[in-house]
């Protein structure tokens, strides 16, 4: 049973050696331990500080691509190494690297295919009592959108088994937190949560500018998937409120015309006859949504097989490379 750490690094080099003298040298049922870092265009010496304390491997990109991208590449370096279980930690430190044996117990056990560490968020001091509040509420709309129950849904403290980490897709550009459970949820996969610690802070988060820019990425990152996964509900929400609008207002016309009084009412008739055919188009929508979602599914598939046979004759190569 092979385990391999990744840790996405963006200029990191302050802080990625006191994280990596945190994780676990070994690991009862893990029979080899390696790291790995995904050189997210750092422009600090990020890199040498990994290579000097002996870190096994490192992917590189030449100009930073954001957090959700080295998270995937990171993934995929990760199986093709022949990983059967993969941790994603942060370079700050922010999570105890005791903990990583607490996640992969799942997996090992057979219980999960993806766990996420449950930060205790009321506890941590550095967060401020409306970043709290935003994090609840945050993790709330997921389970909603995913149907599954993880209450801490921005965790970047996860484990993954190789299925599930061949099986994730992450379209948006700002985080792969939100998404892959909102897709994991839409898979079936299991996905489970386990509490865990968390360290004193040491840098400010960089992934977000301010409150209002965290609040607005992560609604939009949270409305995409659900429509790119749920988009049958969710434009067929949208569409029958219309409908219900519209002919609330269809009722009222009916009611003055019947009355003898439609003569100053016309608008409400032209109101309500917008309002029906926007929410029959939604509908349309969301049935087009539907079919699209279905053949995605398939791609996803045949994304996943051509994965399993990439990854497996590098790792094919790799092992003829080392004998």
Excluded at 81 to 86: H, Q, R, S, V, Y
Excluded at 279 to 294: R, Y
Excluded at 300 to 310: A, C, F, N, P, T
Aim: with cysteine; charged share 20%.
């Amino acid at each position: 049973m092979k385990l391999i750490i990744q840790i996405p690094c963006y200029n990191e080099a302050e802080t990625l050696e006191i994280t990596l003298n945190d994780l676990p040298k070994h690991i009862d049922g893990i029979d080899t331990i390696e790291y790995l870092i995904i050189n997210d265009g750092s422009q600090d010496n990020t890199v040498e500080v990994a290579k000097n304390w002996g870190i096994h491997h490192v992917v590189s990109f030449n100009c930073n691509k954001g957090l959700a991208k080295g998270f995937i590449a990171g993934l995929d370096a990760c199986c093709k190494l022949g990983a059967d279980i993969i941790v994603n930690t942060d370079a700050d430190n922010q999570y105890s690297g005791a903990d990583i044996e607490t996640i992969v117990r799942p997996i090992l056990e057979g219980r999960a295919d993806i766990v996420i560490g449950e930060r205790p968020i009321d506890e941590i001091e550095h967060f401020s009592p409306l970043k709290k509040k935003l994090q609840h509420l945050g993790s709330w709309v997921v389970q909603k959108a995913s149907h599954t129950k993880i209450p801490d849904a921005p965790s970047g403290f996860r484990a993954y088994s190789r299925e599930a980490a061949m099986r994730m897709n992450v379209i948006n550009e700002y985080t792969y937190t939100l998404e892959t459970i909102v897709q994991a949820g839409r898979n079936r996969m299991a996905i489970m949560s386990v509490p865990i610690h968390t360290n004193p802070e040491l840098r400010k988060s960089r992934l977000f500018s301010s409150m209002f820019g965290y609040v607005k990425k992560s609604m939009v990152t949270i409305i995409r998937a659900f429509m790119m996964y749920r988009p049958m509900k969710f434009f067929m929400t949208i569409g029958v409120l219309f409908m219900l609008a519209g002919t609330t207002v269809g009722i009222r016309f009916l009611y003055f015309y019947f009355n003898g009084a439609s003569a100053g009412h016309i608008q409400s008739l032209i109101l309500a006859s917008m309002m029906i055919i926007i929410g029959v188009q939604t509908a349309i929508v969301g049935l087009q949504g539907d079919i699209i979602a279905a053949n995605r599914k398939i791609l996803e598939d045949i994304q996943y097989r051509v994965k399993g046979l990439e990854q497996g004759q590098a790792f094919q190569e790799d092992y003829s490379q080392n004998d």
